[in-house]
């Protein structure tokens, strides 16, 4: 699996960075992408990626401030024309996104030829796809601000056919039953599957945050995650003039990252004051101050493997 951020620029583009949409290929376990927000000009984004948009099939929005949002309809309309014919797509957002996407498209006589399933979530809501659980949770943010906890199911073990070889058992059609079964019964001898496969692997978790201050939700949702994505639209300056605009500050989420011992933090939504090189600078000084920090500031088209982490 990985992440593609193609826009990190918070508020406003820039030169250098469009507004916020984030994508997750879900391969190999899906052969799909969730997008997660469609800020202004996400599809111009898409086009210089591999991602194709009949592969798209949830989004998520965060909140309905612009720079999450206006590039949905745009992007809604161009999936018809990109390989989107007949294939269902899912869009998950706060009250008031169905109304968004209705009157939009209503007004500019645009028409899906794909059903769309338009769901507006709550605080605590849970939703599943695929064995994948979504949990929802209400930020602080001046308007409703929601992020999204993924959790994925736990792997099974790789088959240790070592140790199937060793007793004599040669590979075969039975190394599927010890593969996916408890019990496998083979040349008179019964045998305790479980015993032949490694340890399973804990499912990854991810979560895609929306704006927001600090707020005791963000702790529920970043428990013990892979990776967070999470906004700093200050990476540096004033605790308090972040706060008093409902946005996140480094040292905020630094202290989350800590708190909660998320092992990658992927940074995003930074102001549209910085350009690429004040980053840069700003990120070394991050790492002078917080060493035991593990994060990233993510510029546009940064891909990062999750199953690195
Ligand atoms: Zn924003
Ligand atoms: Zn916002």
Request: hydrophobic share 35%; glycine share 8%; aromatic share 10%.
């Amino acid at each position: 699996m990985e992440i593609t951020f193609l826009g990190t620029s918070a508020g406003l583009p820039t030169k250098e960075r469009n507004t916020q949409a984030t994508v997750l290929s879900l391969n190999p376990l899906l052969n799909e992408y969730w997008l997660f927000d469609a800020g202004e000009a996400v599809q111009h984004q898409i086009l210089h990626t591999r991602i194709k948009l009949g592969k798209l099939s949830a989004i998520f929005i965060t909140h309905m401030h612009g720079d999450h949002l206006f590039g949905l309809p745009g992007l809604l309309s161009s999936r018809s024309f990109q390989g989107g014919e007949n294939k269902p797509l899912t869009v998950y957002g706060p009250v008031g996104i169905k109304s968004f996407i209705e009157t939009t498209l209503s007004l500019s006589a645009s028409h899906l030829n794909y059903p769309l399933e338009v769901i507006e979530v709550e605080d605590s809501d849970c939703f599943e796809r695929h064995d994948i659980r979504i949990k929802v949770g209400l930020l602080s943010h001046g308007v409703p601000s929601y992020g999204y906890r993924l959790e994925f199911p736990d792997q099974e073990g790789r088959l240790l056919q070592e140790k199937l070889v060793a007793e004599g058992i040669a590979p075969g059609p039975v190394y599927r039953e010890f593969k996916s079964q408890d019990t496998v019964y083979y040349g008179g001898k019964v045998y305790d599957a479980s015993t032949y496969r490694a340890e399973q692997i804990p499912g990854k978790i991810i979560t895609f945050f929306g704006d927001t201050m600090p707020s005791i939700n963000e702790e529920k949702l970043a428990a013990d995650a892979d990776i967070i994505v999470h906004e700093s639209t200050y990476l540096e300056g004033d605790l308090g003039l972040s706060h008093q605009y409902h946005h996140s500050h480094i040292n905020d989420v630094i202290k989350l990252a800590e708190r909660c011992q998320v092992k990658l933090t992927l940074i995003n939504h930074v102001s549209n004051r910085y350009h690429q090189q004040d980053i840069q600078l700003l990120e070394a000084r991050i790492r002078r101050e917080a060493p035991d920090f593990n994060f990233r500031i993510a510029r546009d088209f940064l891909s990062v493997s999750v199953n690195m982490v």
